[in-house]
């Protein structure tokens, strides 16, 4: 179950924020020590490790640290200003943290040998693949069944935190100040409707719904096995329930100026050139004029060129190959051709954002 810290209310707010910040830095340290003990682990069975990657200054170090500040930062003020309530920021679910540790553990062996091998492409026979683009197809991560079963729906949520020193939902969370401002100018009689687009297992539109707990939310992604994940968390959530359906973000099964807002986050590295132009074309389709859309997604080359190193390796030890086409791709670009206005670029931690309206 979701554990609410409700008593938020009642503390003095420079108590609050003294917990939050040491809250994210006992997810910090605790991510920083799991990558360290697993990789020394791993050492052990595959003690060759045929990848070179790139070394990681104390210099990147420092500014990693400052990019962590600056996102803990904006993410309190923002809950101060009330664009969400000052608890989501505190919420966790302990039962299903140890769970997923523990499978995290269990499904090393199976992912490490996978890494060794340089096999992205291994699942088992029962998996139908043939209704899934040919790019999906892939052990991303090289995470057992990449994105097709229950496991990996089950870890997904802490092995994506663990990767980002425990600020994967701070970041998320930086879709909603701009959400929030542009949306001001949209018809409030409209009965307001978002899209989280590749919505996973619905940690957004968790956000999205604490941010406007009265409109209504939809959710699309390819993996039955995420929308099961997204369903349990948000059918927890009071307000109206997401609507969740399966579907093609290239092919998104809405009629034309449908929504007031589209979100994308996390999943434009993951798909190839000409598909991420498909994609911003298709969101453009079915939000309404005056809408808005936002995309959170890596940072790139052109406003980090300090973390290039870090960028060099991710692809490496992750299996994204597409990443390396994402870090130099000119998404603004993407947004003016598809026919967007008044875009905005911004970086907080290891993410950047495009905000636009149509
Ligand atoms: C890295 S995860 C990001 C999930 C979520 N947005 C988050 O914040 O964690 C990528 C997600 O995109 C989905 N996905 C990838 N390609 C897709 C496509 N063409 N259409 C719909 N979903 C897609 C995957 O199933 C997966 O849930």
Not at 166 to 173: E, K, L, Y
Not at 238 to 267: A, C, M, R, T
Not at 289 to 300: A, E, L, M, T
């Amino acid at each position: 179950m979701l554990s609410t810290f409700d008593l938020t209310k009642f503390i003095p707010e420079e108590l609050l924020k003294n917990a939050y910040e040491t809250w994210q830095q006992t997810k910090a340290g605790f991510s920083l020590a799991h990558k360290n003990f697993s990789t020394e682990i791993k050492k052990v069975f595959f003690p060759n490790n045929a990848i070179q990657y790139k070394e990681i200054t104390p210099e990147t170090f420092q500014n990693l640290q400052g990019r962590f500040q600056t996102i803990i930062e904006e993410d309190w003020r923002d809950a101060q200003r009330g664009i969400y309530p000052v608890n989501v920021l505190f919420e966790a679910d302990w039962q299903e943290f140890l769970q997923s540790y523990v499978k995290i553990w269990l499904d090393y062996p199976q992912t490490w040998q996978r890494m060794q091998q340089q096999k992205p492409q291994d699942f088992r026979e029962d998996v139908n693949l043939e209704s899934y683009p040919q790019y999906y197809r892939r052990n991303f991560h090289y995470q057992t069944d990449g994105y097709l079963s229950d496991y990996s729906a089950n870890i997904y949520d802490l092995q994506v935190d663990i990767l980002f020193n425990g600020i994967a939902d701070a970041m998320r969370r930086r879709i909603l100040k701009p959400m929030v401002e542009r949306l001001k100018n949209v018809d409030k009689n409209s009965d307001l409707k978002i899209l989280d687009c590749a919505c996973g297992t619905g940690r957004t539109l968790q956000f999205l719904r604490a941010t406007f707990p009265d409109i209504s939310l939809y959710g699309v992604d390819l993996s039955s096995a995420y929308l099961r994940k997204a369903n349990q968390l948000l059918s927890q959530l009071p307000h109206e329930l997401p609507q969740l359906i399966k579907g093609n973000i290239e092919n998104l099964p809405y009629q034309d100026n449908y929504f007031q807002g589209i979100s994308n986050v996390f999943v434009f590295h993951e798909l190839p050139n000409p598909i991420r132009q498909k994609v911003i074309e298709e969101s453009f389709r079915v939000l309404q004029s005056g809408g808005v859309f936002v995309i959170c997604d890596s940072i790139q080359l052109s406003d980090s060129p300090e973390l290039e190193a870090m960028m060099a390796n991710f692809p490496l030890a992750f299996h994204e190959p597409f990443y390396h086409d994402y870090i130099k791709d000119d998404i603004e670009l993407r947004l003016n051709n598809a026919g967007f206005k008044d875009i905005e670029v911004k970086t907080y931690g290891f993410s950047k954002y495009w905000i636009a309206t149509k």
